[in-house]
């Protein structure tokens, strides 16, 4: 079926969970800035939980419907739309947003996923390149988008328990693992509070404090880096790499993102603060496997949910 | 062989300090011999310059012994053995890639000239005339990132990068050159334009070259450079 755009937002783009094995040819891995809220939001409307949905930034996009259908919000909450539960649109209805009361990026899904063509694996938008997603570019005004049709029926009369969300916050306290050059750093990091700019994007959060000082080291050969990567560039301001960060940074490492806490990164909008604090590898990866416990414990009773609709 | 975490997703091999053929040559067996294990768990492995990096999916590993970080550390160092009896194929695949230099394709080729205090032809002829090896493949897709070049062209990247640079631009950035393969935010000086297209999101590779392939620039005319497009 088709969505109408009546008015884009600021920047709104299909994305899913990402594209893997490409990085080698500087294929960012790209996908949902906050992958949980995306998942969560395919859950709520029984989608496989990859499946393309829309990622909507700061400001929302105006949508109309053409046929019944089930949608779920999940992540930035905007007055009007009701959060982290599966609702319905109807036939010609417009969907329109109040102001954002909450984040920075909501996940809109569709019952069926949105129908994009697969390419180099990810069905989401990489926009320096302008490739994936619909047209390799954000939504416009005007724009008609489809869905993959479902028959699926949904029961909206529940939502999300708030323990299996991710800890947003206005300012959050980040877990790192120290990075190759952190010797060459003090302990300022982990001492002071940083501010989101408004330079920040889907490649990165640049954030801005006290500018934190090389004290040891050269230039350096460029080395992979990835998505929660902590960049220091000569101007002591921290870059924090996102989803379609580049593949490759010269930049001396500080510090790396732990995956579980990358949604709360995700989340913050121009003017919100972070702080982090330090923690192991192998502390990162129980964190990251109580989160996926978490959303398994969702999946099983979603399932049943659907089932019982 | 120095292995380090980057974060919770992937163990950076550092196999040496410089940009030389030789280090890169050790890396890319690394990177095949990696390859070749087809290990479980496994999502990309990044050769660039001197450095192996390689990322993994902790949830496909949790139950291996020591952790995840652990079984890639000791997957690395079992590769960085057997990738000894390898001697790959560094620079036997030689790509040429025709270039309009100069004018509107290399606005910044009189900036070069000036900066290296020779004339816009012996920036042409200099730049034409060497070997070039892909080192890393980034910054953008299909970015390589070429060593070789003659010292005579050393430039500094621009003070204030450019917002946009066309695809297909040719820049120099300190001792390096490259092609940018499609539009984008860009700080180096832009000697000349290609035709050519390195990056096809449609076709397997992707990317036009490798690190480990070899480069050489040819000179072209604006007439033949808007017939080939």
Known sequence: ?309 | MKLQPLGDVAVVATLGEGIDPATLARVLDFAEALGRAKAKGITDIVPAYASVTVFYDSAQLSDAPGGAYESVCRLMETCAVQSKSLHGALGTKVVEIPVCYGDDYGPDIEIVAEHCRISVEDVVSLHSGADYMVYAIGFTPGFPYLGGLPEALRSPRKDTPRSRVPGGSVGIGDLQTGVYPMASPGGWQIIGRTPMQLFRPHLEPAALLKPGDRVRFKPMSPGDYELWR
């Open chain 1, 1 to 309: 079926m088709e969505i109408k755009v009546i008015h884009a937002g600021m920047q709104t783009t299909v994305q899913d969970l990402g594209r893997r094995g490409h990085l080698a040819q500087g294929v960012p891995i790209g996908g949902a800035v906050d992958p949980v809220a995306l998942r969560l939001a395919n859950l709520l409307v029984g989608n496989a939980e990859g499946l393309p949905a829309l990622e909507i930034t700061l400001t929302a996009p105006e949508l109309e419907f053409e046929k019944d259908a089930w949608v779920a919000v999940c992540g930035a909450r905007f007055e009007g739309v009701p959060p982290w539960r599966p609702f319905r649109v109807f036939e010609g209805d417009r969907l329109k947003f109040g102001n954002r009361v909450q984040g920075c990026r909501a996940y809109l899904s569709i019952c069926g996923g949105f129908d994009v063509e697969p390419l180099m694996g990810g069905r989401g938008t990489f926009l320096p390149a302008a490739f994936g997603g619909f047209e390799g570019r954000a939504l416009r005004d005007g724009d008609v988008i489809r869905s993959v049709p479902s028959e699926r029926v949904l029961s909206g009369r529940w939502s999300i328990d708030e323990r299996v969300l991710p800890h947003y916050s206005r300012e959050p306290l980040v877990s790192v693992i120290p990075g190759s050059q952190a010797a060459e750093f003090g302990d300022a990091l982990y001492s002071e509070r940083f501010t989101v700019t408004a330079r920040s994007n889907r490649m990165g959060i640049r954030l801005e404090g006290p500018p934190i000082a090389r004290t040891a080291g050269g230039e350096l050969v460029s080395t992979a880096v990835a998505p929660g990567t902590v960049q220091v560039p000569p101007d002591g301001n921290p870059i924090v790499l996102m989803a379609d960060a580049q593949t490759l940074g010269g930049y001396p490492r500080i510090a790396h993102v732990v995956s579980a806490d990358i949604p709360l990164l995700a989340q913050l909008a121009p003017g919100d603060g972070v702080r982090f604090k330090k923690t192991s590898v192998s502390e990162a990866h129980a964190l990251a496997r109580a989160e996926e416990r978490r959303l398994a414990l969702l999946r099983q009773g979603l399932a049943e949910k659907i089932r019982s609709a």
